[in-house]
């Protein structure tokens, strides 16, 4: 930690609320994050509101470091969520993933940003909004998750998918949990294969007949649609 860093840490410990405008105007000035997530941190610890009056410029400041820092810093109890609603279009994909996590906090019913944001080019941001959406219930998460499923091409991004939904949502989600057992990606199907309890790769002999043992009528099914070929 550089020496910037480490006075800022300590006008933090000390609460020197005459530091406040010092401290906005550097973070004003943009630079290199580290050091700007650091006079965040400070003014967070000096005074949690401190930053409030900025936050608009900061959020709209050109400098994508100044835009990641003040995110970084702010907690789930945003006065104004409505803020962090451009930013789910921002330039940055580190700033775009970490709008989608705090609107899905301090805004749950924000769900239009979040299916927007299944449609962005940049896999993390998918997945920030899977995992958004999936805390936002079985009722609004399953149609738009099963959907991008069906279409997503990246396996991370569906592993992702069955992930949440196999933690967050469950029994409502078996239907597409089962059709993941047979998914083309090893990461997904044993993402899969742990919502019934079983771990492994439904395709290996150890873990399908795990899951066969169950006496599951739809993993059963699920199985006997998806037939493993035998080696040579």
Not at 94 to 114: G, K, Q, T, Y
């Amino acid at each position: 930690m550089g020496l910037r860093a480490r006075t800022a840490e300590a006008l933090g410990r000390l609460g020197a609320s005459e530091a406040v405008p010092v401290l906005l105007d550097l973070i004003a000035e943009g630079g290199e994050e580290e050091i700007l997530r650091a006079y965040c941190r400070a003014l967070h610890a000096i005074d949690p509101s401190a930053m409030s009056p900025a936050l608009p410029d900061l959020l709209a400041h050109g400098d994508p470091a100044v835009r990641r820092a003040a995110l970084e810093t702010l907690g789930t109890d945003l006065e104004d969520p409505t803020l962090l609603l451009p930013l789910t279009q921002d330039p940055d994909p580190v700033v775009r993933c970490a709008a989608i996590r705090l609107l899905s906090h301090s805004s749950p019913s924000s769900l239009e940003p979040l299916l927007l944001a299944l449609l962005d080019e940049d896999g993390g941001v998918r997945r920030a909004a899977v995992r958004a959406i999936a805390a936002s219930g079985a009722d609004q998460a399953l149609a738009p998750l099963e959907s991008l499923y069906k279409e997503e091409t990246d396996p991370v991004v569906r592993c992702e998918v069955v992930v949440s939904l196999r933690d967050q949502v469950g029994a409502p989600a078996k239907s597409l949990l089962l059709a993941a057992l047979s998914d083309p990606t090893p990461l997904v199907r044993m993402a899969a294969a742990r919502a019934f309890g079983v771990s492994g790769d439904p395709k290996e002999s150890t873990a399908r007949s795990q899951l066969s043992e169950m006496g599951d009528p739809d993993v059963t099914a699920a199985l006997s649609a998806d037939p493993v070929t035998p080696r040579a």
